[in-house]
């Protein structure tokens, strides 16, 4: 492939990683003072990240998790931000041995959806009650960039009921810094790309053919959208394709460059598992299974090192630990998910990327947040206010999240249950906000917090701080 090689390009140092992570296990007072360092919110050093991915006592890990938990706590409060993925087509020239949508998989029915189909597929999820969505497809010439830009435009265009979609984040394959220039233009959220490995060797294993099978063209991806324009990236890892302690400091060392290099570190960091997907014999034999107990360590670990940078777990996971892993770190889930081409307007039957772990409707899931204490949240007013990139990052550190999102969560969840909850949703939904804002200690806030409140009751929509 022929691309701008860039001097100051990510280089994952393999040697380095690797003698890191085969270091001996830490002493618990070497694990308590990289806590005690964590508990500043400010982030951790490669090195003390690598210290904490080294631990193995499940004593230590305990006292891990519930600093993440706790940090977890004081940054993000009781929020949960919800999203739905939505699939635009299944075709794919890449051979990602993981995927079912690789090109290899014959037995897959292919599809790519038409304006129409994609106006119907957003119908069905603005029925849910859906406002933030993650557009998604596979890499092909029959779904160039210029189709993307009219399905974002085509979703944004959708109306249902005076709901529209509020925010659209993009996950497809890496483009050209010009191309993610028109791709800004389109007036997305955040562009998200996964490595799937750091690991230059096992990458080349897994990825046989297409484009994507250039590490270093994908590596830089996040690089040429920050040139373009792009203010909020997320990267990620497939677990499960290569020893996890490696992906993390990678992940780590990714987000230093573009910190480095740019101001501003990734928005989000995703935290796939590989499942089973049909026609992929790598993912009924994973390569390197990540137990849950190493996942929780992985969230917890990332929450430390990354404390203002959004965690995204999918329905990949099931409900039970999806649950154990918001205290640990998690900030975004979707839900309500299909990975299968216009399967939320019943267009579609044929099987999905991957296997789901978590098959709950949107309110089955915003109930069970509910539940425990969770504040479901549609908020997109961070991007519509321009709150972004490096201005999102500085302004959160001294407390936007409690200032702004917090309140912004509970009146996009106010509308949500007004609009579309059930009726055993709505009545414990109403309670939390009620005693979510009581603990508002602004005086000046609580009262605003309380008005907005009142004008959503009274039939005011999409009002936000
Ligand atoms: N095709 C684009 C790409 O590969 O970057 C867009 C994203 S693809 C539709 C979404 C992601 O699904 C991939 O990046 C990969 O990490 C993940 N994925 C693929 N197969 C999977 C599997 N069997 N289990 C879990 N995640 C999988
Ligand atoms: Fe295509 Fe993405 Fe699946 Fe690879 S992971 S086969 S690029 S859809």
Redesign the pocket.
């Given at each position: 492939m022929n691309y701008r090689v860039l001097n100051d390009e990510l280089k994952i140092d393999t040697d380095k990683i690797n003698t890191l992570i085969a270091g001996a296990e830490p002493e618990e007072n070497q694990v308590y003072d990289v806590l005690n360092r964590a508990m500043k919110l400010k982030g951790l050093s490669f090195k003390d990240v690598a210290l904490l991915l080294r631990v193995e006592s499940e004593e230590v890990l305990k006292k891990v998790l519930s600093a993440a938990g706790e940090a977890k706590k004081e940054i993000y409060g009781n929020r949960m931000v919800i999203f739905a993925p939505l699939?635009t087509g299944?075709r794919?020239s890449?051979e990602?041995l993981?995927?079912?949508?690789r090109s290899g998989n014959k037995m897959l029915k292919r599809v790519i959806l038409n304006m129409q189909q994609i106006e119907a597929e957003t119908v069905s999820l603005l029925k849910e009650g859906h406002k933030r969505l993650l557009m998604?497809?596979?890499?092909s010439r029959e779904n160039p960039l210029d189709y993307f830009l009219d399905a974002i435009d085509a979703v944004y265009r959708t109306k249902w009921n005076n709901h529209s979609i509020r925010r659209i984040n993009v996950?497809?394959?890496?483009l050209e810094t010009d191309e993610f220039v028109r791709l800004k233009k389109a007036k997305i959220g955040t562009y998200?790309?996964?490595q799937?490995t750091y690991n230059r060797e096992l990458y080349g294993r897994y990825h046989l053919s297409g484009p994507?099978s250039d590490y270093q063209y994908?590596l830089n991806v996040m690089d040429r959208a920050m040139e373009g324009g792009i203010d909020d990236v997320g990267i990620?890892?497939?677990f499960?394709l290569g020893d996890y302690r490696f992906e993390v400091l990678a992940m780590i060392e990714h987000a230093n460059h573009l910190e480095k290099k740019f101001g501003c570190g990734p928005h989000t960091v995703?935290v796939?598992?590989?499942?089973?997907?049909d026609g992929?014999e790598i993912?009924a034999n994973v390569p390197y299974p990540v137990s849950d107990r190493d996942f929780k360590k992985i969230v917890a670990i990332l929450r430390l090192a990354l404390p203002y940078t959004g965690i995204i777990l999918?329905t990949?996971e099931n409900e039970e630990l999806r649950t154990e892993l918001f205290s640990y770190g998690i900030s975004q889930i979707s839900a309500g998910s299909r990975?299968n081409p216009g399967a939320y307007s019943g267009e579609n039957d044929s099987t999905g990327?991957?296997?789901l772990g978590d098959h709950r409707s949107l309110d089955e899931v915003v109930s069970s947040l509910v539940d425990k204490g969770y504040v479901p949240s549609f908020c997109t007013g961070c991007y519509r206010k321009g709150r972004v990139g490096h201005d999102f990052m500085d302004m959160a550190k001294p407390g936007l999240i409690k200032d702004f999102c917090q309140p912004n969560a509970t009146f996009t969840f106010k509308e949500y249950l007004n609009d579309f909850a059930s009726k055993e949703t709505a009545e414990k939904g109403n309670r939390l906000i009620a005693e979510t804002n009581a603990q508002i200690s602004k005086p000046g806030l609580r009262s605003k917090v309380d008005e907005y409140i009142s004008r959503i009751q009274d039939g005011e929509r999409d009002l936000y701080l």
């Amino acid at each position: 492939m022929n691309y701008r090689v860039l001097n100051d390009e990510l280089k994952i140092d393999t040697d380095k990683i690797n003698t890191l992570i085969a270091g001996a296990e830490p002493e618990e007072n070497q694990v308590y003072d990289v806590l005690n360092r964590a508990m500043k919110l400010k982030g951790l050093s490669f090195k003390d990240v690598a210290l904490l991915l080294r631990v193995e006592s499940e004593e230590v890990l305990k006292k891990v998790l519930s600093a993440a938990g706790e940090a977890k706590k004081e940054i993000y409060g009781n929020r949960m931000v919800i999203f739905a993925p939505l699939y635009t087509g299944n075709r794919c020239s890449n051979e990602c041995l993981y995927c079912a949508f690789r090109s290899g998989n014959k037995m897959l029915k292919r599809v790519i959806l038409n304006m129409q189909q994609i106006e119907a597929e957003t119908v069905s999820l603005l029925k849910e009650g859906h406002k933030r969505l993650l557009m998604l497809c596979g890499e092909s010439r029959e779904n160039p960039l210029d189709y993307f830009l009219d399905a974002i435009d085509a979703v944004y265009r959708t109306k249902w009921n005076n709901h529209s979609i509020r925010r659209i984040n993009v996950e497809i394959a890496p483009l050209e810094t010009d191309e993610f220039v028109r791709l800004k233009k389109a007036k997305i959220g955040t562009y998200i790309c996964f490595q799937e490995t750091y690991n230059r060797e096992l990458y080349g294993r897994y990825h046989l053919s297409g484009p994507k099978s250039d590490y270093q063209y994908r590596l830089n991806v996040m690089d040429r959208a920050m040139e373009g324009g792009i203010d909020d990236v997320g990267i990620g890892a497939l677990f499960g394709l290569g020893d996890y302690r490696f992906e993390v400091l990678a992940m780590i060392e990714h987000a230093n460059h573009l910190e480095k290099k740019f101001g501003c570190g990734p928005h989000t960091v995703s935290v796939p598992r590989l499942e089973p997907a049909d026609g992929s014999e790598i993912s009924a034999n994973v390569p390197y299974p990540v137990s849950d107990r190493d996942f929780k360590k992985i969230v917890a670990i990332l929450r430390l090192a990354l404390p203002y940078t959004g965690i995204i777990l999918s329905t990949r996971e099931n409900e039970e630990l999806r649950t154990e892993l918001f205290s640990y770190g998690i900030s975004q889930i979707s839900a309500g998910s299909r990975t299968n081409p216009g399967a939320y307007s019943g267009e579609n039957d044929s099987t999905g990327q991957f296997s789901l772990g978590d098959h709950r409707s949107l309110d089955e899931v915003v109930s069970s947040l509910v539940d425990k204490g969770y504040v479901p949240s549609f908020c997109t007013g961070c991007y519509r206010k321009g709150r972004v990139g490096h201005d999102f990052m500085d302004m959160a550190k001294p407390g936007l999240i409690k200032d702004f999102c917090q309140p912004n969560a509970t009146f996009t969840f106010k509308e949500y249950l007004n609009d579309f909850a059930s009726k055993e949703t709505a009545e414990k939904g109403n309670r939390l906000i009620a005693e979510t804002n009581a603990q508002i200690s602004k005086p000046g806030l609580r009262s605003k917090v309380d008005e907005y409140i009142s004008r959503i009751q009274d039939g005011e929509r999409d009002l936000y701080l």
